[in-house]
C-alpha cells in the first residue's frame, strides 16, 4: 500500500540518522544516497523523489522531534 511505502522511507530515515547504542547516526547525506541507492528495490522511486522534494519541511520536523 502507498502508507507503508511512505512508512518504510520516513521510518529508514529516521533509523539511519539517529543515534543507537550499536551504531553512530549517519549524516542526512549519507542516509539519502543510501536510500536512492535502492529506490527501485527497496523503495518506491517515485517517493524518495517527492520525500527529497520536501527534504527542508521534513528537516524542520525532524529537528522539532529528534529525541
Same mark, same amino acid.
Given at each position: 500500500?502507498?502508507?507503508?511505502?511512505?512508512?518504510?522511507?520516513?521510518? %529508514?530515515?529516521? &533509523? #539511519?540518522?539517529?543515534? *543507537?547504542?550499536?551504531?553512530?547516526?549517519?549524516? %542526512?547525506?549519507? &542516509? #539519502?544516497?543510501?536510500? *536512492?541507492?535502492?529506490?527501485?528495490?527497496?523503495?518506491?522511486?517515485?517517493?524518495?523523489?517527492?520525500?527529497?522534494?520536501?527534504?527542508?519541511?521534513?528537516?524542520?520536523?525532524?529537528?522539532?522531534?529528534?529525541?
Amino acid at each position: 500500500s502507498i502508507e507503508g511505502r511512505i512508512v518504510a522511507i520516513a521510518e %529508514v530515515f529516521d &533509523a #539511519l540518522t539517529s543515534k *543507537r547504542p550499536y551504531k553512530k547516526a549517519w549524516s %542526512v547525506d549519507e &542516509a #539519502l544516497s543510501h536510500m *536512492r541507492e535502492q529506490a527501485g528495490k527497496h523503495f518506491d522511486p517515485q517517493l524518495i523523489d517527492l520525500f527529497e522534494g520536501q527534504l527542508d519541511e521534513i528537516m524542520k520536523v525532524y529537528s522539532t522531534y529528534q529525541d
